[in-house]
């Protein structure tokens, strides 16, 4: 497996002018099944517990959510910038839609990817009732939506983008 610092000199990135915190890739994860695409996905402890927790109060509520992504490691990370990079996409437009491996909160375990019926990640998402649903009771369960409209990180608004702090 490359290093981050490997990782970084491949996208000619100085790995000392990155401002954010390393974020570390959680190692006691647990699985919560497979995703719609028969991926299985894991999260941390605390973040399933909630997770399914949250994923049946919104059921009661005739609201079917389900997770397209959770954990992802630093490889992965980097396989999803490289291949947007491949495709001819500049790497200062996919630090719009995807931050640097050891930068996502993917690592932590604790940042999930929501979907709903035809709603896939896309902006589309706000404009489903499991989206409304989450902005009114997600932060009972302790997720909270971690790229709003107009936020300071430099990543676009993800509806679907959620994070569960303990």
């Not at 699985?31 to 399933?48: D, M, V």
């Not at 980097?78 to 931050?99: A, D, F, T, V, W």
């Not at 930068?103 to 404009?127: P, R, T, V």
């Not at 409209?149 to 959620?162: A, T, V, Y």
Request: aromatic share 12%; net charge positive; proline share 2%.
């Amino acid at each position: 497996m490359q290093s981050l610092k490997e990782i970084y000199l491949t996208l000619n990135i100085n790995k000392n002018e990155i401002q954010d915190s390393i974020i570390y890739e959680e190692k006691n994860l647990i699985s919560i099944g497979k995703n719609a695409l028969g991926k299985e996905i894991f999260l941390s402890k605390g973040c399933a517990q909630a997770w399914l927790k949250m994923k049946d109060d919104a059921l009661k509520d005739s609201i079917n959510i389900s997770i397209l992504s959770g954990f992802r490691s630093y490889k992965k990370q980097y396989s999803i910038i490289k291949n947007k990079l491949n495709r001819g996409m500049p790497l200062n437009k996919i630090l719009h839609e995807n931050k640097l491996p050891g930068l996502s909160y993917h690592h932590s375990g604790n940042a999930i990817d929501i979907i709903s019926n035809s709603y896939k990640l896309s902006l589309e998402f706000e404009k489903s009732l499991a989206y409304l649903w989450l902005v009114k009771n997600a932060h009972k369960y302790g997720f909270y939506l971690q790229y709003p409209k107009d936020n300071k990180s430099g990543i676009m608004f993800e509806p679907w983008h959620w994070y569960f702090k303990e």
